[in-house]
């Protein structure tokens, strides 16, 4: 009987989360949001491109002089340029409109600005200017160069594949960090997403008065477990729903997006690292939604329950101002208190797990520490619910209710 | 699961209940029984306590001392499927449909989906709201609300049923067509405890009743008890001539050839005819009747104010 009535609250649960509309608001508007933002970027991919051949490519009418004498009248005059020796009468043929632009290239131009003085062409017109007196010194630098192979490595456009080692095997480097990343993503979606429905799934049947006729029928056991199952089943639905622009992003318009070309057969799944983002997502996300289902408990009304609401994501956010810390020095004093505080402990232990700076004794006990509080909030919402949901319009005194406790 | 119950034992079994809340003592030493198929009558005004011994009896309160039992034992929610229970404070899920809510709670109660989906059908047609069956249950009014809730309460035909002040917000139409439900529900063989304000239907349905003031029980038996305890008999006369005044009883009511007189004690109906006609009233008839519960009521709590809470 209990496990249909489980089934029973799960399903009506989750299915009544995914019937509302804000649900699939909330849930659409960022895969919408995705989809705009990467059209925009494919929009002035092609445009900045298009931008930029035509800018480098432009024939101006312009003067210049070289004082570093490294710009050869060849590649200038192929751009439209023309030497000269006066700089005065050049600024003026400028203003006067008869050139262009008129180029004042320096004796060091690795060290010193090249000056332009042109007419004014817009904004976006202006910026041929730069285009075109940057592109004469790639060329020249190249054409003295002599050596297409010389010539990539100087700009830097070189591939390199490192291989590193850990205890004698090869590590994965960042293959090894990016599975266990998404533990902490998943953490984040769930929670921030889904907790103001966590704080206020028991506050329905308090502000309602359903109350009194699911406690003569169902466990209030049974029925907090299941809010929690079928909100984790929503925030699966959410996630799912998010990734599906960006996979579709990554396999059909990847060039477009300008994505880096990540190799996923280089991603590795550890199974310690996987194991312990696991478990510390589940242990974290039993913690948060204990906490917040026990708030829900204690408060007569949604409004009053948004006052503790926001502090908790506030804490959830907080390692992030020392992930530098966390990654760079796990053994530091705030790491170690966050590492080990029950709200900050998931995200900082996740990121330290990913990281591999997260020690297995440290993991065992950050997930025990996560399951034990976890499961006390748990107790004490379901305890607080019994006792205290009926208490329609006032705010409930946790003490009362240990105290009738005391009596049974 | 089904209230087996030993022969003769009690359904429900109440004894030496005593709650405090804070400093104050809500109920103290309420002792009483309820018989499986009987219908029993929780009386009392607003803030005697009635609600808080319900919660207790179903384990929403911790009782601060005494036993509350239902067959025998302490009821805890997974006994709940034989159990209706229409609290005081009540509402459904608001933002479901009718269907999706009854279905829900007849789940709960063991019910397949199919089942609780035809009973709630045929309970809809009943109370004329089929055509509502997929409307959210926002949108339709406190009393149609109200029929949902005592629906999805007698859902799977429980064989105890608890209902405070059922009937409240209801117009006389449908309050008929309510209690003939519960009639129903009574002639199946449920055992009935109900809490209620609407002395006419106490007695026409109750077997025994019991008044609860300031947390004690002030009575409790038959209303043919109660009312020889409190009410006693009150004699209607019609009558040619002036009333004298007598030791013997009371005028409750005088009109123009027309009185009644409660009794004082010791007193009995055939004294006061007797004094009548000794005092020269002609007496055209003469009955006896008891006095209603909501004389008795009115009479117990007469002195209070009225209280908010049950």
């Known amino acids: 009987m209990a496990q249909h009535n489980l089934n029973t609250v799960i399903g009506f649960e989750f299915f009544r989360t995914v019937k509302k509309k804000r649900f699939w608001i909330a849930t659409l508007a960022i895969p919408v949001l995705l989809a705009i933002v990467f059209a925009l970027i494919i929009m002035s991919n092609e445009s900045t491109s298009t931008t930029a051949e035509n800018q480098k490519n432009a024939h101006l009418s312009f003067t210049y002089t070289d004082d570093s004498g490294l710009v050869t009248d060849t590649v200038a005059t192929a751009f439209g340029g023309t030497k000269t020796t006066d700089s005065a009468r050049a600024i003026a043929d400028v203003k006067a409109g008869t050139v262009d632009a008129y180029f004042a290239f320096p004796a060091d131009p690795a060290k010193q600005p090249v000056r332009i003085y042109g007419t004014d062409k817009g904004v976006f017109g202006n910026g041929t200017y730069d285009a075109v007196a940057r592109q004469i010194l790639i060329t020249t630098a190249q054409q003295k160069i002599g050596s297409p192979q010389l010539t990539t490595l100087a700009q830097g456009n070189v591939t390199i594949e490192s291989q590193t080692y850990k205890n004698g095997q090869v590590s994965g480097g960042i293959g090894v960090v990016i599975p266990p990343l998404l533990f902490l993503v998943i953490f984040y979606v769930i929670i921030i997403l889904l907790g103001n429905q966590m704080l206020s799934s028991t506050l329905e049947e308090k502000e309602n008065r359903v109350t009194e006729m699911i406690l003569t029928t169902l466990d209030p056991t049974t029925l907090i477990i299941g809010k929690v199952i079928s909100l984790f089943m929503a925030g699966l639905v959410q996630m799912l729903i998010f990734a599906l622009p960006v996979v579709a992003g990554y396999l059909f318009f990847r060039s477009n997006l300008n994505l880096p070309d990540v190799d996923l057969s280089h991603l590795t799944l550890e199974p310690g690292p996987m194991v312990v983002g696991a478990l510390l997502l589940l242990g974290g996300f039993t913690l948060f939604t204990g906490t917040l289902v026990a708030i829900g408990a204690v408060v007569p009304t949604a409004r009053e329950a948004g006052t503790f609401f926001a502090p908790l994501m506030v804490v959830i956010w907080v390692p992030f101002y020392v992930v530098s810390l966390i990654v760079s020095d796990p053994r530091s004093l705030i790491v170690q208190i966050f590492t080990y505080f029950p709200f900050t402990a998931p995200v900082t232990a996740m990121l330290r797990n990913a990281f591999g700076s997260l020690y297995p004794f440290e993991s065992a006990i950050v997930i025990a520490e996560l399951f034990i509080f976890g499961f006390v909030t748990l107790r004490l919402a379901v305890h607080l619910f019994r006792y205290g949901s009926v208490e329609y319009s006032k705010k409930l005194s946790i003490r009362s209710t240990f105290r009738r406790g005391n009596h049974a | ?310």
């Open chain 2, 1 to 310: 699961m089904s209230y087996g119950g030993a022969a003769g034992e009690p359904l429900v079994r109440i004894r030496d209940f005593r709650m405090d809340l804070g400093n104050q003592t809500i109920i103290r030493d309420l002792s009483f029984d309820v018989h499986a198929g009987e219908t029993f009558g929780f009386l009392g005004s607003n803030g005697s306590g009635k609600t808080t011994t319900l919660r207790a009896l179903l384990g929403i309160y911790q009782p601060t001392d005494g036993t509350l039992h239902i067959d025998g034992k302490t009821f805890e929610p997974r006994d709940g499927a034989r159990l209706g229970y229409l609290p005081e404070e009540r509402g459904p899920y608001k933002k479901e449909s009718v269907l999706d809510v009854m279905a829900y709670f007849g789940r709960l109660k063991g019910l397949s989906r199919r089942k609780a989906q035809d009973w709630s059908r045929v309970y809809l047609d009943r109370v004329s709201l089929a055509d509502k069956a997929s409307t959210r249950l926002d949108k339709l009014s406190g009393g149609q609300q109200q029929k949902i809730q005592l629906g999805v309460t007698i859902m799977n035909d429980p064989e105890l049923l608890i209902l405070d002040e059922p009937t409240q917000g209801f117009d006389p139409v449908n309050r008929r067509l309510l209690m003939g439900i519960i009639e129903d529900q009574k002639r199946a063989g449920a055992t009935v405890i109900m809490v209620t304000h609407q002395m006419e239907e106490v007695e026409r349905l109750c077997d025994r009743v019991l008044l609860l003031k300031d947390g004690v029980a002030e009575a409790y038996g038959t209303i043919e008890d109660v009312q020889d305890r409190y009410g006693g008999t009150t004699v209607r006369v019609h009558h040619s001539g002036a009333l004298p005044a007598s030791d013997l009883y009371d005028v409750a009511v005088a009109e123009h050839n027309y009185a009644e007189l409660a009794l004082r004690a010791g007193t009995d109906e055939a004294d006061i005819l007797r004094e009548l006609v000794r005092s020269g009233v002609a007496v055209r008839s003469f009955t006896t009747a008891r006095s209603s519960l909501e004389e008795i009521f009115l009479r117990v709590y007469g002195d209070q104010n009225e209280p908010a809470g049950g």
